[in-house]
């Protein structure tokens, strides 16, 4: 094996690339080894004995893989998690997407004669302070007070 390292660090320079991008034809090593000036080398380079192999890129196939995965709905544990839970979702986003069902249901209620304006006064007071959860537990507590039959839940 011929020492080509002067060979190789001349036409890296000559090629504007490292010493390790500089491809040398392992078939014609010993016309290569014979080059030993600088025009010798960019004689080389033109005749195709020398070149610079293409730059490494950056594989992005793991980024798409998690991708493919975050957009499945994996990756949001705990672990995985940064910030407050308002930081994710805002405590008023929440509040809305819990209030507007309720209140859908008070009116759709109240529209279908199951309950009176009085009492869709009172539930909607209560539940704008917060009592219930979702329309399942707003029906279950009309039940519970009377207002509302167990066959209408």
Known sequence: MTDLSN????????????ANRVWI?????????????RADIRMA????????????????????HVAGQKAAGK???PGSRKGSANARVSEK??????????????KSLR???KITPSVYRLYYRR???GVYKSRRNLKQHMAAAGHLKEEEI
Not at 7 to 18: P, S, T, V, W, Y
């Open 127 to 129: 539940a704008k302070g």
């Open 7 to 18: 060979q190789r660090r001349m036409a890296a320079e000559i090629l504007k690339c490292g």
């Open 111 to 113: 529209a279908d004669g």
């Open 93 to 106: 986003s929440r509040w809305m997407a819990t209030i507007r069902p309720i209140r859908e249901e008070l």
């Open 75 to 77: 990756r949001k544990g």
């Open 45 to 64: 380079i033109g005749s195709g004995l020398i070149k610079a192999k293409p730059k490494n890129g950056t594989s992005r196939g793991r980024i798409r």
């Open 25 to 37: 034809n392992p078939d014609k090593t010993e016309e290569v080894e014979e080059c030993i000036t």
